[in-house]
């Protein structure tokens, strides 16, 4: 049963736009929540993070909302970048999983120019 | 600035074969791990290390061995290949003393075929 969902496999976006991609997850135990960037032959890059006593975390052009009540958060890019182009995953930690990263199977973003 | 390193990047092994990925960081980080992905799914754990000498079992644990005798080094064994376990192989690590391992470093991938 995935405990991390990213219903979407692939997303894209104009340059300059707004990029939002979800991840939803069922263990309500999970309280630290991850983004991962990867692109190809590489390995995935650390993004942005949020603990579970926060709704919203801003970096930049990246900023991550937690709606808790619906277990479901998002990753925001604005404005989408050429170089933004990779594939995105969330990931999860916490109750059983307290040294372990739960990781959703990833949201492919293309930034068309 | 070598960080987490991998090796090797490519490997083609025969059913039944044994083999050693290895993996090295040299940020002095606690914890380590080994993920493997696979096509439409996102990583999954087979075996993590919060210190030396102190292992555990991930997600999918079975048909790998690891080892922690430094704070540097976490090899993955395979002791007896199966197609099953054709893959893509990534090592990373994370600084630890907490409870989660938070913002992990990964290594750029180990690409493993069994046939």
């Known amino acids: 049963d995935q405990q991390v969902k990213q219903n979407s496999p692939s997303l894209s976006v104009q340059e300059g736009r707004i990029s939002i991609l979800n991840c939803d997850y069922t263990?309500?135990?999970?309280?630290?929540f991850l983004w991962y960037k990867k692109y190809p032959a590489e390995g995935p890059t650390f993004l942005i993070s949020?603990?579970?006593i926060k709704d919203k975390n801003e970096d930049g052009r990246f900023t991550v909302f937690l709606n808790k009540s619906a277990k479901h958060l998002s990753l925001h890019i604005v404005p989408s970048q050429p170089g933004d182009s990779a594939v995105y995953f969330c990931?999860?930690?916490?109750?059983?999983?307290?040294?372990?990263?739960?990781w959703g199977a990833g949201t492919k973003l293309i930034i068309k120019p | 600035n070598a960080g987490v390193t991998q090796t090797p990047k490519f490997q083609v092994l025969k059913t039944g074969q044994s083999m050693t990925l290895q993996c090295a960081q040299d940020?002095?980080?606690?914890?380590m791990s080994w993920y493997r992905q696979d096509p439409g799914m996102g990583l999954r754990l087979i075996h993590y290390?919060?210190?030396?000498?102190?292992?555990d079992q991930g997600e999918v644990p079975n048909g790998y061995n690891v080892s922690r005798s430094t704070t540097e080094d976490f090899p993955l064994r395979l002791l007896s290949a199966a197609p099953s376990q054709t893959s893509v192989y990534f090592c990373?690590?994370?600084?630890?003393?907490?409870?989660?391992?938070?913002?992990?470093?990964f290594g750029e991938g180990s690409r493993l075929t069994v046939l």
């Open positions: 990373a690590s994370s600084p630890g003393g907490g409870r989660a391992p938070g913002e992990l470093f």
């Open positions: 940020m002095n980080h606690e914890y």
């Open positions: 290390s919060v210190g030396a000498g102190i292992t």
């Open positions: 263990n309500s135990m999970f309280d630290y």
């Open positions: 949020i603990s579970s």
């Open positions: 990931a999860a930690s916490g109750g059983d999983s307290n040294y372990q990263l739960i």
